[in-house]
């Protein structure tokens, strides 16, 4: 009997041991399963997390690229009238501007390319001295741009620059040259572009900051790019001539030519004089 009772009792308490050891490996692979089901959920959310991230950093860029091509023109536009006005006379001194006048510098013109918008940001960055040698004012179109010796290419991106190495203001036929944004943009102030609109009669001024030298606007003509010998001197004449680009092409040339009327000391400048040379660009007009 006793035996029998003992007996029972073992496999009561192993049929116990049993279940416990069932619930607990149960309990093991639940949690086990758990983990993994967490960890696969853990992974999916930080694939989706990196997913995300590439989603939203393509549509910031893409976003970027399209203002960029929507208002790369006023950007550009906006650059080059800073950088006028930057280079303009009131920050140049008199010694400076005599230290330019000796600079090594380009007279090839047919290097000159056109203005874009890549290398009015390169430039930008890229930014270094320019040699400012004087300033050239047409009052009545609302022109006031710096003379930089020479026609490099970032110079003419920012005023005017002289054609030939041994120019003198006041003397012989004094040349310059600058880009005409006409076909570009619907701003029509900025370089050489407002010479579309000059008339006989106009007043030039340039000036060295030592004197003021004043022509007056005689004749305008339209011309091919071979036609260079509107630029040589004529003996005894005082002359000056502005060159741009009429047309987007660059297939024809705006030659407006001027004859000297007086030289006034920098010192001795009328209140017109120099309100010319005072005109700044206005850069938020450009958007």
């Not at 407002?194 to 106009?202: I, T, V």
Request: aromatic share 10%.
């Amino acid at each position: 009997m006793f035996k029998s009772c003992y007996t029972q009792d073992f496999f009561v308490k192993q049929l116990k041991l049993l279940t416990q050891n069932l619930k607990h490996d149960t309990m093991n692979k639940k949690s086990t399963q758990k983990d993994k089901v967490g960890k696969m959920a853990e992974r999916k959310k930080t694939k989706r997390g990196k997913y995300n991230w590439l989603l939203n950093t393509f549509i910031v860029l893409l976003f970027i690229v399209g203002l960029v091509l929507i208002f790369n023109k006023p950007i550009r536009n906006m650059l080059i009238a800073t950088n006028s006005n930057k280079y303009q006379l009131h920050n140049v001194s008199q010694e400076k501007i005599e230290k330019n006048k000796k600079a090594d510098v380009s007279f090839d013109f047919a290097a000159v390319k056109s203005v874009d918008f890549q290398s009015v940001l390169t430039n930008q960055f890229n930014s270094q001295p320019l040699p400012v040698i004087g300033g050239i004012a047409i009052p009545e179109l609302n022109i006031n741009l710096p003379i930089f010796k020479g026609v490099g290419n970032t110079s003419l991106l920012y005023g005017a620059g002289t054609m030939k190495a041994d120019e003198v203001m006041g003397e012989g036929n004094y040349s310059l040259a600058g880009h005409n944004m006409t076909g570009f943009t619907s701003d029509l102030s900025i370089l050489f572009t407002p010479l579309e609109k000059a008339k006989a009669g106009m007043t030039i001024y340039v000036t060295d900051k030592d004197n003021i030298y004043q022509y007056k606007i005689d004749k305008i003509d339209v011309v091919t790019p071979e036609h260079v010998e509107v630029i040589n001197d004529s003996p005894g004449k005082k002359e000056i001539t502005l060159v741009t680009c009429a047309d987007a092409e660059a297939t024809h040339r705006i030659i407006v030519h001027g004859t000297f009327v007086d030289k006034t000391s920098y010192d001795k400048a009328t209140d017109t004089m120099k309100n010319a040379f005072e005109t700044k660009y206005n850069q938020i007009k450009n958007f």
